[in-house]
């Protein structure tokens, strides 16, 4: 089946630090993938996506590479501001149903 | 240009009491859905319809009903609310047919039953 395993938060993070947040999948064929950012209150939005192996997506100096190989698809930024303090979802999407396969979220909060 | 809108943002029911969550897309878009939000489980999907008159059910559909009678409109209604049932309800939509798109949500709806 489907499914998508992101690191536990909460992460706390100084301003203009590094972020990395793993996300892993498993799907049964060739799924797009999302990273989806929900700021406090609000629903989610997309970031970014990529779609086939070794696209790479990027949004807001953020990027994530979709590997195929380790079945990978890691949100990175080089200097977090504080207003990244979200909650940052991994998904998965495949097949003509559009359904997503989201992860349980990674907390982020910055700090100045 | 408003995109998915959900109403209400917050409800408080009384164990036993029914309700419809309300959602709309002025995207044109065939495919919504239904999602629940809880502490460490993610979104999980209730009920979705890939078009006016077709839905079907989702990994955590019991105790909740929907139906599609215009592509716009995708109601989420619970008949008899349980404490169980207390989350944050997030509706989507999105192209179908592409699994390249994006899902477009609504801001929720945060509901706690008592």
């Known amino acids: 089946g489907n499914s998508v395993t992101q690191m536990e938060g909460p992460v706390t993070l100084s301003e203009e630090a590094f972020l990395t947040i793993n996300c892993t999948y498993t799907?049964?064929?060739?799924?797009?993938l999302f990273w989806y950012v929900q700021y406090p209150g609000e629903g989610l939005q997309l970031l970014l996506k990529?779609?086939?192996?070794?696209d790479k997506g990027s949004n807001k100096g953020f990027e994530a590479t979709y590997r195929k190989e380790t079945t990978s698809f890691h949100l990175e930024k080089g200097s977090v501001q504080v207003s990244d303090s979200a909650v940052y979802f991994c998904?998965?999407?495949?097949?003509?149903?559009?359904?997503?396969?989201f992860g349980t979220g990674t907390s982020l909060t910055v700090i100045p | 240009n408003a995109g998915v809108t959900q109403t209400p943002k917050f409800q408080v029911l009384k164990t036993g009491q029914s309700m419809t969550l309300q959602c709309a897309q002025d995207m044109n878009h065939e495919y919504m859905s239904w999602y629940r939000q809880d502490p460490g489980m993610g979104l999980r999907l209730i009920h979705y319809s890939v078009g006016a008159g077709i839905t079907d059910q989702g990994e955590v559909p019991n105790g909740y009903n929907v139906s599609r009678s215009t592509t716009e409109d995708f109601p989420l209604r619970l008949l008899s609310a349980a404490p169980s049932q207390t989350s944050v309800y997030f509706c989507?939509?999105?192209?179908?047919?592409?699994?390249?798109?994006?899902?477009?949500f609504g801001q929720g709806t945060r509901l706690t039953v008592v």
């Open positions: 998904a998965l999407s495949q097949g003509t149903g559009n359904q997503f396969y």
């Open positions: 989507a939509s999105s192209y179908w047919g592409n699994f390249n798109t994006e899902a477009f």
């Open positions: 990529a779609t086939k192996a070794d």
């Open positions: 799907a049964t064929g060739y799924p797009s």
